[in-house]
């Protein structure tokens, strides 16, 4: 069951959810909305390669925002770092967000129990968009658990702002390529 905004404020009071920064003007009726970071990562390279760790730029945002550029693939990350040991949560978009044509979630909306940090977001936008650090960007909901909870420890244990893929670190060798026989 999804948790409401009165009960994400009782768990955290509870210290059953953990979000640095706690407002309570930012509870909604069944989420918790979340700022964007002033960090932004842009992959280096045109063409990336899973067996590889990808090489990226970090761009810090100024006061005047940052313009984020159709095609282009950008890594953030919540101000907020969030999670629960007693509850598994997921990111979404604000509404507002969305319908200026931007995304910040395609695939990785899910934070299992215990992960609890800084949330990296896959943004991309459908038009030119200047950005701005500190804006309510996205809203994360809880979820109650049935069963004995496993608690998160993988590869972006300890993260504090965006990262970067990681998947190099489970991919095994590179594939070996064979050269054509004389």
């Known amino acids: 069951m999804i948790l409401t905004g009165p009960e994400i404020a009782r768990a955290v009071a509870a210290g059953e959810i953990h979000i640095d ?3 309570p003007a930012r509870l909604e009726p069944n989420s918790y909305g979340f700022r964007l970071a002033p960090d932004i990562l842009c992959y280096e390279e045109a063409e990336l ?4 760790q990808p090489k990226a730029t970090q761009v810090v945002m100024g006061h005047n925002g940052m313009v984020l550029e159709p095609g282009r693939f950008y890594l953030g990350s919540t101000m907020e770092a969030m999670g629960s040991p007693h509850y598994a949560a997921t990111l979404y978009a604000c509404r507002s967000v969305s319908t200026l ?3 910040i979630q395609f695939s990785a909306p899910l934070g299992h129990s215990g992960a609890i940090f800084p949330w990296t977001l896959e943004i991309s936008v459908a038009n030119a968009l200047r950005v701005y650090s500190g804006m309510t ?3 994360l909901s809880f979820w109650s658990m049935q069963g004995e909870p496993h608690q998160y420890v993988g590869k972006y244990t300890g993260s504090t702002s965006a990262v970067a893929s990681r998947l190099s670190e489970d991919v095994g060798p590179a594939p070996l390529t064979t050269g054509s026989a004389g």
């Open 137 to 139: 960007i996205g809203k």
């Open 49 to 52: 390669d899973s067996y590889e």
């Open 21 to 23: 920064d706690f407002s």
């Open 101 to 103: 044509g931007m995304w």
